[in-house]
């Protein structure tokens, strides 16, 4: 089967999904917001989730003994790092595994530094449990660590770094000199770095290297989350990891009833298993969609709605598109659902750098991405006119 038939859908199929992605909104707005993608899974994947189904094995399995010899071989192949196996935990999802990390090695009131604008969930993550946020805004102007503003926002009760790289919303690919201010900051202030690398694999050139690898002032100190959801679109399926490289966690982690802990289900161990083992050709076949439809935004945009400022990210699916010289105000996509009927991620949720801007999602088709932007198009220049 070939890649254009793999990421083919029409916007009515979307439409009768379950998924909050389509059915949130109603029928009237366009989906271009929360990070999942409109293609279908992997071809492989679905066989082999059918393949329970039909055999009614549905029962307690043992296969997720696998993931972590299955995650570090994917690793080894994509990345060049191997992870410890003995080292790597199973968790329901990145963010399962982001707060167990969190509130197992920090008391209420220390300090997590995040990179703003940034997942708004991070932002939440913190906030919930009642532990502090250490703002270090990226420069905005190429949405760049700033390692002289990271290091004065680090006081005695800062704990932890919270890294996502590649970056949501901003796509970068943070290059070897931040990541050597993140590793610097931390070994001098004694911080744990929690990195989430789910978006690892969808990168638009540059070549993501996982942090374990960059620098061995984090050895010791660093818990990286991986994932099949975004690469593979199975965000639904709760399965993930975290290679936990730091002691007083493992001991922790140790410690606490599995029960606890939680699991994945049978379907979301089968799902990620097959895809870190299995489909590394429709890997590389939705990277080269993805980079056709963010070329596409661009292109359009730059053409059309000229005022909305859009660098192409390095990584994600995802556009950071910039309305402050708009006349859309500070929550461009609210105005965008509203007047547009196009729903977009709202800005101001993920933090400082957010009043202005709002994420668009670009993993759909060349057809329906058209119609995205055609909203954008024209709610910009209605606008404008007013304005
Ligand atoms: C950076 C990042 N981390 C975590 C998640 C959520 O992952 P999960 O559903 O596995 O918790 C997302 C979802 O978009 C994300 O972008």
């Not at 910039?322 to 547009?340: C, E, I, S, V, Y």
């Amino acid at each position: 089967m070939s890649g254009t038939t793999w990421f083919s859908i029409s916007v009515e199929r979307a439409r009768r999904r379950a998924g909050v992605k389509w059915s949130h909104y109603g029928d009237d707005v366009l989906a271009a917001w929360v990070a999942d993608m409109d293609y279908d899974p992997p071809p492989a994947v679905t066989a082999a989730l059918r393949g329970h189904l039909e055999r009614g094995d549905l029962g307690y399995g043992l296969m997720a003994a696998d993931l972590p010899d299955a995650y570090a071989a994917f690793q080894q192949r994509h990345h060049g790092w191997t992870p410890d196996p003995e080292r790597v935990r199973v968790f329901t999802s990145a963010l399962h595994g982001l707060e167990a990390a969190i509130w197992n090695t920090t008391e209420p009131g220390d300090g997590v530094v995040v990179f703003t604008p940034v997942y708004y969930p991070f932002l939440d993550a913190i906030r919930d449990s009642g532990r502090r946020l250490v703002d270090a805004p990226l420069d905005p102007d190429g949405w760049r660590i700033d390692a002289d503003r990271l290091d004065a926002a680090i006081d005695p009760t800062t704990r932890i770094i919270l890294f996502c790289n590649p970056h949501n919303p901003t796509g970068r690919v943070f290059d070897a000199d931040e990541v050597n201010a993140v590793a610097d900051v931390a070994e001098r202030h004694d911080l744990l770095v929690i990195t989430d690398e789910i978006w690892g694999e969808l990168t638009h050139g540059p070549l993501h290297r996982p942090l374990a690898t960059c620098d061995e002032r984090f050895a010791g100190r660093l818990v990286t989350l991986g994932s099949a959801s975004k690469s593979f679109n199975l965000a639904g399926l709760r399965c993930a990891v975290a290679h936990v490289d730091h002691s007083p966690l493992e001991r922790t982690l140790d410690s606490m009833s599995g029960h606890l802990q939680g699991a994945p289900s049978t379907l979301g161990v089968v799902g990620t298993l097959t895809a870190w083992t299995a489909c590394d050709d429709w890997l590389a076949a939705v990277r080269t969609e993805l980079t056709a439809r963010r070329d596409q935004l661009a292109r359009r945009l730059a053409a059309e709605a000229p005022t909305v400022g859009f660098v192409a990210p390095e990584a994600t699916y995802l556009g950071w598109l910039d309305f402050r010289t708009t006349g859309l105000g500070d929550d461009p996509a609210r105005a965008l659902l509203k007047q547009g009927g196009v729903a977009l991620s709202q800005g101001p949720k993920f933090g400082t750098g957010g009043p202005g801007f709002a994420r668009v999602n670009f993993a759909t088709t060349e057809e329906i991405l058209d119609h995205v932007i055609d909203r954008i198009v024209e709610t910009v220049a209605a606008a404008d006119t007013v304005t």
